[in-house]
């Protein structure tokens, strides 16, 4: 009854669980949606489609390729849903790349590959975290944020000199609004795509003209 399922099919299914799950834990610690269960199952599942193309293909003598090839195309499409475009800022494109890698991995270790696999999956982790914090902490990755600031009441000028401050820290502001509390204090609100660099350096060029300012994500 279980003649198909081989030791060697059930420890390429594991190595692609493994795998799968690295790379999903990466992604679910910093709290995107191709998380652990995602990743494991991509990995898994395309590990097991080539694992399905050859078997087939052997038993009928046909094309090996022909079931693993459709991976490619199906990935894509789950890649898309990942890509969202929002108020002219692009995100998911990593994450759409991450899906795309781990499902290699998967054809990868169910070709029979495994060494090939975990050292792309070290690849993968490494491209993930050390290059993602390298990113961050010199400003090559950007992310839009809505900054929020609160004047002290009675003071028109500010408002005008928050202006001239970001007009000359060259960040393209957008969506400006500007309304009052209901004590009197003016409150200005605008988006603009920064990198944590320039973010900290805005906060704290506005905080000196005791102006409190908040950055956070842009809401719809």
């Known amino acids: 009854m279980l003649h198909d399922l081989t030791i060697v099919v059930v420890e390429r299914l594991l ?5 799968g799950g ?5 992604r679910e610690l910093r709290h995107k949606p191709d998380g652990l269960r995602a990743m494991m199952l991509i ?19 046909g094309d090996h390729t022909r079931i693993a090839a459709q991976i490619i195309p199906g ?19 990593t994450s759409a790349a991450a899906i795309f890698m781990i499902a290699s991995v998967g054809m990868t270790i169910g070709a029979g590959f495994p060494v090939t696999a975990v050292f792309t999956t070290l690849l993968v ?4 975290i050390f290059l993602g914090f390298v990113e ?17 009441p009675g003071d028109p000028s500010v408002l005008e000199r928050v202006h001239q ?3 000359k820290s060259g960040i393209q502001a957008t969506r400006w609004k500007t309304h009052r509390s209901q ?21 704290g060029r506005l905080n000196a003209f005791k102006v409190h300012c908040e950055a956070g994500p842009v809401t719809p």
């Open 43 to 61: 990995c898994i599942g395309a590990a097991l489609f080539t694992i399905i193309s050859y078997e087939m293909a052997g038993d009928v003598k």
């Open 125 to 128: 982790l490494v491209a993930l």
């Open 75 to 93: 990935i894509g499409f789950i890649g898309a849903g990942m890509v969202i475009r929002e108020r002219g800022a692009v995100t998911g494109i």
């Open 165 to 167: 401050i970001v007009q």
């Open 15 to 19: 190595l692609a669980a493994l795998l």
């Open 22 to 26: 690295a790379v999903g834990l990466e």
């Open 183 to 203: 004590a009197g204090a003016a409150i200005v609100e605008f988006d603009a795509d920064v990198g944590t660099p320039r973010e900290r350096e805005l906060l």
């Open 136 to 152: 961050y902490r010199i400003g090559l990755h950007t992310r839009l944020l809505t900054f929020t600031m609160t004047t002290p």
